[in-house]
């Protein structure tokens, strides 16, 4: 073949090569920013308070957030698909009264554990029922279910509370599921692990694979930048999405247990407002409420990111609603900023 | 007339009238004027929320900040009559009103101008505003004696036979619906939430439009911080929390569709309405106070399931699911 002919193009359409990628690519990368937000908390942290660096209190900073940040990982994958589930805190607080009353009933750590997932599980299969079967819009569905799940809790416990419960459940929520081990070496040490934070961790290893390696994932993500194009493309549209429910309702229902054991005690009221602030964190972690975009690495970074800005606050003293201002501050900017920045730069002309 | 009412907002007005009786025939008390007076007034606020939330939900948007912005715009009219009790009534009520516009031009800057999705903004603003109200009243709250007598007499004042919460919220009413009908900024409201493609066609800014409903619902918020504030004699960080969920949900039994570019005031006044004699005909029937939220969801989920069948069109497609998807 004569090499100094340009051969015509055959096909109408030319489909160019991605681009290759450039340093200020993976700099603006999503996760990459949160990195740099996440090193900056750290620093600042330990320059003000002494207290910061130190194991224990790290750990016991982690109680904190990571019956939310569980909840967040099934958040992430739906709003990744265009849902969102805003009952997740009533789940939990319908849980934890289920939980109540099978502790007066006598049941072990295993059993209490299993009733919280498993209203978490019919919750989750109610809103998930009403979304695909009568297809609603999810944000309405579930602000319904969440006054009615936290309705049904007032309804049956009033103004009581539940405290009952047996020690070996109690010291599942309250206790260093790890312990501290040190070595010869003062760096090389395990470090104590709370059970929450633990589940969180392994739980989040297990939905990243899912989502980024699996044929699943990748329909999760299909699903979410065109649902109709993928339903066209034989992906299970509604049957993923009642799926995804489903697991959001037993992670509910997981920290619903989670929680009470570390609080050793219920009222209705439970988990108020938790909705949000997970929210809050599956947004500042990169998912995009657009729906396709969004990375389980980058929920992780932003539970992380915000956890430690709260304890760090908290160490000084800060009241939490003050700390809020600088959390909802920051949600906005890392939203904005790209953007302003896409408005001001001013692009060569192609 | 026939513009003002729909076929909907007759059945669920029928809904209404049915329950009224039926609490009345059981509990006489209940239909006295006192009474129904009293639940007006203490509706009143949703009345005009979930009004102004409708504004946005027809753009496509939504405002989960109002309940915020309502507790710090009372918060700052509240300050206003603790510190400078001496200026008039009016500008205290305009304090109110004005902060909240401010609150709700940040908001619909942001999202307008820089197209942040309005769940993510409300929800950071939503934060922002809660933690400004420590920050603005040193963490302590402004109890009713603190606060200036006028300040506090107005919302109980009673004009033939209802209070002026109720009236303000009659007129508030009017105007929204003069203005959704007969402006042309408040048809392009629809216009920009039922197709917004055809609405840049038909050079409706959509942009502008966006502003205008993020503004009214927070100036509207602010007004409403004033009397939440006056009428409960207390303002503190965490009054109306949680509120904005029962607002949307107002709008939801009232038929505006989450979709954008449906919805009616007196729909959205039924709406309210209606929660609202749910909070108040329980204690009538004697039925603990904790049946409320359960009663609320079982309403909103029955209502969102009879709007999306009265939405339905009888229409064939390759894949019948397909077409749904498409308007999520």
């Known amino acids: ?350 | 007339m026939k513009g003002l009412f729909n076929y909907r907002e007759l059945i669920l007005a029928s809904i209404l009238l049915v329950g009224i009786a039926a609490i009345g025939a059981y509990q006489p008390a209940f239909l006295r004027w006192g009474n129904i007076s009293d639940m007006l007034t203490e509706t009143s606020v949703l009345f005009m929320m979930a009004l102004a939330q409708m504004v946005v939900i027809l753009t496509r948007g939504i405002d989960l900040s109002v309940a915020a912005n309502l507790a710090l715009s009372g918060m700052l009219a509240a300050l206003v009559s603790q510190y400078y009790p001496e200026i008039p009534l009016v500008l205290m009520i305009l304090t109110g009103v004005v902060c909240g516009l401010i609150l709700g031009l940040f908001n619909g800057l942001l999202i307008a101008f820089l197209g942040i999705p309005p769940i993510v903004m409300t929800l950071g603003t939503l934060a922002i505003f809660r933690g400004l109200i420590i920050i603005i009243a040193g963490g302590d709250q402004v109890n009713a004696s603190e606060m200036g007598a006028a300040f506090q007499a107005f919302p109980k004042q009673i004009f033939l036979g209802l209070a002026s919460p109720v009236w303000i919220a009659i007129a508030v009413s009017l105007l929204f619906w003069i203005f959704l009908n007969y402006t042309r900024a408040g048809r392009g409201l629809y216009a920009v939430g039922g197709n917004p493609v055809a609405a840049r066609y038909c050079g409706i800014d959509q942009r502008r439009q966006e502003l205008l409903a993020y503004v009214i619902s927070g100036a509207v918020a602010g007004l409403c911080g004033y009397l939440w504030v006056a009428r409960y004699g207390v303002a503190y960080s965490e009054i109306a929390s949680g509120y904005e969920l029962t607002v949307i949900a107002a709008c939801v039994i009232g038929g505006v569709s989450i979709g954008g570019g449906v919805g009616s005031v007196a729909g959205t006044l039924l709406g309210a309405l209606f929660l609202g004699i749910v909070m108040t005909a329980l204690p009538v029937l004697q039925i603990s106070p904790f049946w409320q939220m359960a009663i609320s969801g079982a309403v909103i989920l029955a209502a969102v399931v009879i709007n999306a069948r009265a939405e339905r069109r009888p229409d064939k497609l390759i894949l019948p699911e397909a077409r749904r998807l498409r308007r999520v």
């Open chain 1, 1 to 350: 073949m004569n090499m100094d002919t340009p051969v015509p193009p055959v096909d109408r359409y030319i489909v160019l090569d991605a681009p290759p990628r450039r340093l200020r690519d993976v700099l603006l990368r999503w996760e990459v920013i949160l990195v740099i937000l996440l090193v900056a908390t750290i620093v600042v942290n330990t320059i003000v308070s002494p207290y910061f660096l130190d194991v224990f209190n790290l750990a016991d900073a982690t109680f904190n957030f990571s019956e939310k940040a569980i909840i967040a990982l099934a958040m992430a994958l739906l709003i990744l698909v265009r849902e969102i589930d805003l009952s997740v805190a009533a789940i939990v607080a319908l849980a934890a009264m289920g939980i109540g009353y099978a502790a007066e009933a006598g049941f072990g750590p295993v059993g209490l554990f299993a009733t919280g997932i498993g209203i978490g599980l019919l919750c989750g299969a109610f809103n998930g029922m009403l979304v695909t079967w009568f297809s609603l819009p999810s944000i309405v569905v579930t602000i319904g279910t969440m006054s009615l799940f936290r309705g049904i809790t007032q309804v049956i416990l009033g103004d009581q509370a539940k405290t009952k419960y047996p020690q070996e459940f109690l010291d599942l929520g309250q206790s260093y599921f790890i312990k501290m081990k040190e070595t010869g070496i003062s760096w090389l040490f395990v470090p104590p692990v709370p059970l929450s934070f633990l589940i969180f961790l392994v739980l989040a290893v297990l939905f990243g694979l899912v989502l980024h390696k699996t044929a699943v994932g990748r329909q999760l993500f299909a699903i979410g930048s065109n649902p109709v194009a993928a339903r066209f493309s034989g992906i299970p549209v509604d049957k993923l999405r009642f799926l995804l429910f489903v697991v959001s309702g037993m992670l509910s229902g997981l920290a619903g247990a989670l929680l009470t054991a570390r609080l050793g005690s219920m009222r209705s009221n439970i988990g108020v407002g938790w909705e949000l602030d997970i929210v809050t964190m599956v947004i500042l972690g990169g998912v995009s409420i657009a729906g396709g975009v969004g990375s389980i690495l980058g929920v992780v970074l932003a539970v992380l990111v915000l956890g430690l800005v709260t304890f760090g606050m908290s160490l000084n003293n800060i009241p939490g609603q003050v700390v809020s201002v600088y959390i909802g501050a920051l949600l906005i900017a890392v939203i904005a900023i790209p953007r302003i920045l896409d408005k001001v730069r001013v692009r060569p002309i192609r």
